[in-house]
């Protein structure tokens, strides 16, 4: 697990938006798409729901949010 996916995972949290958030990170939104993927089967859970344009987190996605925001709040500090 990479930190810089983390730090994707949580910006895409709060503006559920692949695009934005790949541009935020000056990636593509497929490079977005395949780091969260990877994060996902690494997990073996799924972090989010999609419907067409639409995303949302799963429960997994928000408990696993706590987490994360935990984690990089410990490596920031």
Do not use: P, W
């Not at 987490?67 to 920031?76: G, S, V």
């Amino acid at each position: 697990m990479r930190i810089e996916t983390l730090y994707e995972f949580l910006l895409l949290t709060t503006n559920l938006n692949f695009t934005e958030t790949a541009k935020s990170f000056y990636i593509s939104q497929s490079v977005l798409s395949n780091h969260v993927s990877s994060l996902e089967k690494e997990l073996g859970i799924r972090l989010f729901e999609k419907n067409g344009r639409r995303v949302s987190l799963t429960v997994y996605g928000q408990q696993f949010f706590e987490c994360a925001l935990a984690a990089l709040a410990t490596l920031d500090s």
